[in-house]
Nanobody, 113 residues
Framework: QVQLVESGGGLVQPGGSLRLSCAAF????????MSWYRQAPGKEREWVAT???????YYIDSVEGRFTISRDNAKNTLALQMNSLKLEDTGAYYC???????WGQGTQVTVSS
């Protein structure tokens, strides 16, 4: 069964760090463009970062230099290292591929003092 399962979220103070993980089942993350998205309370889901099948990475301007997307082909996982977190990074984070699969449960990131 093709499925994505996100984990690693939590409560963190501004300036802190978190590392999110996305486990993929039923396909290889190395063969697809893989992305992270987030949805803040009351807002639309937005794209955050992408890693292409070739390994190139792209980020939304607001996280450039603070977030790093990566993948572990052996473990078939996608990660998002988030540093220097800001209040506005709060939201539910989701991973997905291109073409999109059904959305997983996501993992909640709350940045609060």
């Amino acid at each position: 069964q093709v499925q994505l399962v996100e984990s690693g979220g939590g409560l963190v103070q501004p300036g802190g760090s978190l590392r999110l993980s996305c486990a993929a089942f039923g396909f290889s993350v190395s063969r697809y463009w893989m992305s992270w998205y987030r949805q803040a309370p009351g807002k639309e889901r937005e794209w955050v970062a992408t890693m292409t099948s070739g390994g190139s990475t792209y980020y939304i301007d607001s996280v450039e230099g603070r977030f790093t997307i990566s993948r572990d082909n052996a473990k078939n996982t996608l990660a998002l290292q988030m540093n220097s977190l800001k209040l506005e990074d709060t939201g539910a984070y989701y991973c997905n591929r291109d073409p999109l699969l059904s959305w997983g449960q996501g993992t909640q990131v709350t940045v609060s003092s």
